[in-house]
C-alpha cells in the first residue's frame, strides 16, 4: 500500500513548455484533488474529482487541466507553463467526497518554471 | 466563503516547553475543522479534526486543540515539545459546497524547537 504517489519531484520548465504531474493513489479513494504550496499563502486548490469521469475547478484553475480516467490516476497538466506556475505541488486524496474524511497528500513536486 | 487566519508565522520554542499554535476560522455553519503537519519536504499529515461533539479534541503525537465558537478558533495546543516537532502546522476548515468539498486552508505556522 503505497498510499499517494506523486512523479516527478523537481521539475524545472522554460517558459511555454508543457508538462504532466501524475498523481496516483492505491486506497480506491472517490476524491482527488490537487493544491499549490506558495510562500504564505498556504495551499489552494487548483482541481478536484469526485469520482472517475467527473472532474471540477477549485480556486486557483487557469493555466491547468485535469481528467480522472481511473480511479487510482489524477494526472495535472500544465498547458503553456508561466513562472507564475513556479510552486510545490500536492495531490491529496480521501475515500468519499466529505470533509469528513481525510485527506492524505502525496510527498509533492516541486516545480520551477524559468 | 470559509476562511482562516493563523496569526504567528514564525514560533519559537525550547525543547520540553509547552506550545499553543493560533487559529482563527470565519465560517457561516458549523465548521469542519483540522490542524495539519508538514514536515521539511514532505507532504501534509493530519494531527487532528473536529466536526461535532466534545471541543476538545486529541490527536496524534500527543497534540490536541480545542473548539471555541465564541471565539472562532482552534488552538492547538502541545504540553511539552519535542525537538522532532520543528515542522509547519496548517489549521483548514472544510465546508460542503454544492458539488464537492473542499479545505480552506491558512498560511501556516513554522515551528523552530531550540534545544
Known amino acids: 500500500n503505497a498510499g499517494v504517489t506523486q512523479t516527478p519531484k523537481f521539475q524545472v520548465l522554460k517558459t511555454g513548455q508543457s508538462m504532466t504531474l501524475q498523481c496516483a493513489q492505491d486506497?480506491?479513494?472517490?476524491?482527488m484533488s490537487w493544491y499549490r504550496q506558495d510562500p504564505g499563502m498556504g495551499l489552494r486548490l487548483i482541481h478536484y474529482?469526485?469520482?472517475?469521469?467527473?472532474?471540477d475547478q477549485g480556486e486557483v484553475p487557469n493555466g491547468y487541466n485535469v481528467s480522472r480516467s481511473t480511479t487510482e490516476d489524477f494526472p495535472l497538466r500544465l498547458l503553456s507553463a508561466a513562472p507564475s506556475q513556479t510552486s510545490v505541488y500536492f495531490c491529496?486524496?480521501?475515500?468519499?467526497?466529505?470533509?469528513?474524511?481525510?485527506?492524505?497528500f502525496g510527498p509533492g513536486t516541486r516545480l520551477t518554471v524559468l | 466563503a470559509q476562511s482562516v487566519t493563523q496569526p504567528d508565522i514564525h514560533i519559537t520554542v525550547s525543547e520540553g516547553a509547552s506550545l499553543e499554535l493560533r487559529c482563527n476560522y470565519s465560517?457561516?455553519?458549523?465548521?469542519?475543522l483540522f490542524w495539519y503537519v508538514q514536515s521539511p519536504g514532505q507532504g501534509l499529515q493530519l494531527l487532528l479534526k473536529?466536526?461535532?461533539?466534545?471541543?476538545l479534541v486529541q490527536g496524534i503525537k500527543g497534540f490536541e486543540a480545542e473548539f471555541k465558537r465564541s471565539q472562532s478558533s482552534f488552538n492547538l495546543r502541545k504540553p511539552s515539545v519535542h525537538w522532532s516537532d520543528a515542522a509547519e502546522y496548517f489549521c483548514?476548515?472544510?465546508?460542503?459546497?454544492?458539488?464537492?468539498?473542499?479545505?480552506?486552508f491558512g498560511t501556516g505556522t513554522r515551528l523552530a524547537v531550540r534545544p
Open positions: 474529482s469526485v469520482g472517475a469521469g467527473i472532474t
Open positions: 465560517y457561516g455553519a458549523t465548521p469542519y
Open positions: 483548514a476548515v472544510g465546508a460542503r459546497k454544492s458539488s464537492g468539498d473542499k479545505l480552506t
Open positions: 473536529y466536526f461535532s461533539g466534545d471541543t
Open positions: 491529496a486524496s480521501s475515500y468519499r467526497d466529505s470533509p469528513a474524511d481525510t485527506q492524505y
Open positions: 486506497m480506491n479513494h472517490e476524491y
